[in-house]
């Protein structure tokens, strides 16, 4: 009996400690790789949210009638957006280019919203790994071409549901 543990012990072997010190080389390793991991997730996931943003910036801008105004609301998109996605950025930068509200009513005209948005990875402790990215998305949206746009002064349109009695009878 003693002989056959003696010759299966010989046969496999003893692994002399070899598992442990393969585990304190590898470890680190795939730490490293999670956490290249982890980065790579966060700033995919934040490209989306700042491709979104300047999405809903460009379609909250064409739906005003005056540039101010467009301003204004895609500053509110951008915001609402990225606060949704659980995005916070460093630093950012918002263009809205409101060029297309000089065209005149029956002329295509468009409002781009530019973002710059720098995202934060220091907290990932990864040897190599930049402290930040900066993140930039742009989308162009269309003005309604027969649309009336404000030159300045104040709507004068008075709601659909006010004017439905106008010509009812009473």
């Not at 280019?97 to 990875?121: D, F, K, M, Q, W």
């Not at 269309?142 to 010509?167: H, K, M, Q």
Request: hydrophobic share 45%; glycine share 10%.
């Amino acid at each position: 009996m003693i002989r056959r543990r003696e010759l299966l012990r010989r046969l496999v072997g003893s692994d002399g400690g070899s598992y442990a010190l393969e585990t304190a080389v590898l470890a680190p390793v795939l730490i490293v790789i999670l956490g290249l991991m982890i980065a790579f997730g966060r700033v995919t996931d934040a490209e989306g949210a700042v491709d979104s943003a300047a999405h809903a910036a460009a379609r909250a801008a064409s739906l005003e009638r005056d540039a101010a105004s467009a301003r204004s609301r895609a500053q509110d998109a951008v915001i609402r957006s990225l606060d949704g996605e659980g995005i916070t950025c460093r630093t950012s930068n918002v263009s809205i280019n409101t060029g297309g509200y000089a065209a005149g009513v029956g002329e295509a005209a468009t409002v781009t919203a530019t973002i710059s948005c720098t995202a934060n990875l220091s907290d990932i402790a990864v040897p190599g790994l930049p402290g930040s990215k900066t993140l930039t998305a742009s989308w162009t949206s269309p003005i309604d071409t027969y649309r009336s746009r404000a030159l300045g002064f104040a709507d004068s349109e008075v709601p659909w549901s006010a004017n439905r009695s106008a010509g009812a009878e009473q």
